[in-house]
């Protein structure tokens, strides 16, 4: 089984195609984030899961 997500950090811009229904976390909450902290605290989740 393979499990795959992707998300919005720091992003500012989105194409035309896209500006109406994405967004990322530095456009939600108005800052900026560091990306190998998030990463770090996914995979802390992620051993806590019990397969």
Do not use: P
């Not at 997500?5 to 500012?12: A, H, P, R, T």
């Not at 811009?13 to 909450?29: G, Q, V």
């Amino acid at each position: 089984m393979l499990i795959s997500f992707g998300f919005n950090v720091n992003e500012d811009f989105f194409s035309s195609e896209t500006k109406d229904i994405a967004t990322s976390l530095k456009k939600e909450f108005k800052k900026d984030f560091n990306r190998e902290e998030i990463i770090i605290k996914i995979l802390e989740k992620l051993r806590e899961i019990e397969l």
